[in-house]
């Protein structure tokens, strides 16, 4: 009897060890078994996870923002026939506000990649309500912490091995237009060209208030919710003062259609840039966002930009 009590006791004191990971029997110290942890991010947001279109494909992509602590989600689009062991000239595009990155779909991509180029896409951190996968809510958002993620971007990509980093090139469409052209002149010598669509220079600004005590914690602006930071990163922000520290050239693309951005400030960029650097393209009946039908409009322009700046040798 006193046998069997004993033996029910051993298997009792077993039994208890392994509910808890071992931890009386391993020196107070628990061990999980590999198969509890799960990487941060899966399915088709997994880092690696490869999208497949008709002639190329694109590779999901983290890159933590150290400044902000936050992960931005991008998306590196490459030919069919890419070649790691070679160059690449590269394009990161930066989307608008309250907004999301163009995906394989968008024929900006497919047109950039069909010219050889490397394309990159990504979602600010904060940067839209909808669809966008970035770390971060659009309370934390401001311009200074957009272009900290294209920062990011930029110097994450310097990194690849497959990258030509005397070729890289900035695209930004609207508030992420500003960002673009802002970065661009602050890194006058790693931007070897920019292409703006309806750049939204000038947005950042106070927001009409006139003491930084009147900012309320968070407010609407165009249909998001930004916080108090929005306001309070802009209050010394000039985008008009900095874009002109950038050299180089320039494309602009503008939609007569557009009741976002005015005229008057793809004029006004086009006049700072100055004639010899800037060429300024007008899509009749382009609304602010473009189709992927406006954008085929403007497809030889902006292939024969890559050309004029040496990104390629010849479009395709």
Not at 195 to 219: M, N, V, W
Request: aromatic share 10%; with cysteine; charged share 20%.
């Amino acid at each position: 009897m006193k046998k069997n009590i004993l033996l029910v006791l051993v298997a009792i004191v077993c039994a208890f060890c392994c509910a808890f990971g071992f931890a009386a029997c391993n020196n107070g110290e628990e061990t999980p078994p590999a198969s509890t942890v799960k990487p941060k991010h899966t399915g088709k947001l997994a880092e690696g996870y490869v999208e497949k279109y008709d002639d190329f494909t694109g590779v999901i992509h983290w890159v933590k923002n150290e400044s902000t602590g936050f992960e931005i989600y991008s998306r590196i689009y490459r030919p069919k026939d890419f070649d790691e062991t070679k160059k690449y000239p590269l394009l990161i595009m930066c989307h608008g506000f309250n907004a999301h990155s163009q995906d394989g779909n968008s024929t900006m991509v497919s047109n950039t990649v069909a010219q050889g180029i490397v394309c990159v896409t990504f979602d600010f951190c904060g940067g839209g309500t909808v669809l966008n996968n970035s770390e971060g809510k659009t309370t934390d958002m401001s311009v200074l912490t957009e272009i900290s993620d294209l920062e990011t971007i930029i110097a994450e990509m310097q990194q690849m091995s497959y990258i030509d980093t005397s070729k890289i090139a900035l695209y930004g469409q609207s508030f992420g237009g500003m960002v673009a052209s802002v970065t661009a002149a602050r890194h006058n010598d790693e931007v070897a060209a920019l292409i703006l669509q309806a750049p939204a220079i000038g947005f950042a600004d106070r927001g009409g208030y006139t003491s930084k005590d009147e900012i309320p914690e968070t407010s609407i602006l165009n249909y998001m919710k930004v916080g108090k930071k929005f306001f309070l990163d802009a209050w010394d922000f000039d985008s008009w003062s900095e874009i002109g520290n950038y050299k180089k050239d320039v494309l602009i693309m503008y939609g007569t259609g557009d009741d976002m951005v005015s005229r008057d400030t793809i004029d006004r960029a086009s006049e700072i840039y100055g004639e010899e650097h800037c060429t300024v393209c007008i899509v009749e009946g382009a609304p602010h966002s473009f189709s992927n039908e406006d954008y085929r409009k403007v497809f030889d322009d902006m292939n024969n930009f890559y050309v004029k700046t040496g990104l390629i040798s010849k479009a395709s």
